[in-house]
């Protein structure tokens, strides 16, 4: 049988092979007693220089705060363990999605620190993130596909930002000629395009509220809502802005298409849900149809 000297050795060793997850140990003042040497290959760091880090220097700003909610929690007593995703920094200045695991060995005479284990995530938090936005947007656009439209309306009229908002449902005129025509190809490039200037009609402040969103509903419609909106007039003056940012030619395939758009703007109401505003838009659109088509209408309320 090994003795101890042995049996650290064996240990030590079998650590190198972990080429997959890192341990280390952290200590009562929080400095990174041992790191195993699969560091190196997870994170870029020679153990020396991961463990004369420091916490905060690992750990990506957004995630700081509850990074350390979770240590003063682990450390409230012994035995207690947790599991976190963060992101750490690489040697090399990048982000690594990881997951840590970690437990409060602190009163273990033997070890006397927080062990913890980290793993890179990178990949499968890609994937993720990849099929998230894959359910949440419209395959040919990129932007929001009606689930998350509104979604995110009714985020923002939860929050009470209604008062300041306009929704806008838009419908291109004519399209059905052009993918005859042309073909469904050119009317994709078209929705791509469309897509594109409707996007580029926004705010580009990410920090904006209430925020300006826009998606595709299917087919030829999109929808979008705008901020700062606070008169019929201004919802008036904000639907032809898009609308003329909308309509004009497309280049397809060398061919000069001209597309057309019809708005219809609604401001929601007090109480009023996500549905029930976009419904309102749909009507508005409907009268701007009507009323001779590549125009604005205002619901009435």
Known sequence: MANGEEESTLWYAALGHLI???????????????????????????????????????????????????????????????????????????????????????????VRGVVQTLRDISERRALEDRLAHQANHDGLTGLANRNHFLDQLDTELAAGTGGELAVLYLDLDGFKAINDAHGHRAGDDILREVGRRLSRATRQDPDARPRDVVGRLGGDEFAAFFGGVRTDDDAERLGERVRAAVAGAVTVAGVALEVRVSVGVARPQPEEDADRALARADAALYDAKRTGRNRVALAID
């Open 20 to 110: 997959d997850e890192v341990v280390f140990i952290h200590r009562e003042d929080r400095t990174i007693a041992f790191v195993s040497p699969s560091v190196a290959d997870v994170l870029g760091y020679t153990p020396d220089e991961f463990t004369a880090l420091r916490t905060y220097e690992l750990i990506h700003p957004d995630d700081l705060p509850e990074a350390a909610r979770t240590a003063e929690d682990i450390r409230s007593g012994p035995g207690r363990s947790y599991r976190s995703v963060l992101r750490i920094r690489h040697r090399d200045g990048s982000w690594v999605w990881a997951e840590v695991i970690g437990r409060n060995l602190l009163d273990d005479p033997a």
